[in-house]
Nanobody, 124 residues
């Protein structure tokens, strides 16, 4: 099992930056694909970025490409989401999630473990 805890959210002005962290417990963390999702009020939870177990492969939704960077430190059992040039439309609760199953990595259904979420608010 894996337990995930997000941190680093907050209030920032448009154009600013935040770095989210997803700290995991469990000795098998390095075998999991980790993704970041976000959910704004009245919206579905959407895939934002993901990183393979070794960190060698990353993926991003088009709306954050060039602004967000996902990385991981398996020695620290932590995944990061560096968010730059933030926009008001990035406002949402951000969740990290873990899976070892093959399938559509952008689908919430693939992920077995979720954190509690951290709020990101970008003011205009």
């Amino acid at each position: 099992q894996v337990q995930l805890v997000e941190s680093g959210g907050g209030l920032v002005q448009a154009g600013g930056s935040l770095r989210l962290s997803c700290a995991a417990s469990g000795r098998t963390f390095s075998s999991y694909y980790i993704a970041w999702f976000r959910q704004a009020p009245t919206n579905l939870r959407e895939f934002v970025a993901g990183i393979s177990s070794t960190g060698g492969t990353t993926a991003y939704v088009d709306s954050v490409k060039g602004r967000f960077t996902v990385s991981r430190d398996n020695a620290k059992s932590t995944v990061y989401l560096q968010m730059n040039s933030l926009k008001p439309e990035d406002t949402a609760v951000y969740y990290c999630a873990a899976t070892r199953r093959p399938g559509s990595l952008t689908s919430t259904l693939l992920y077995d473990y979720w954190g509690q979420g951290t709020q990101v608010t970008v003011s205009s």
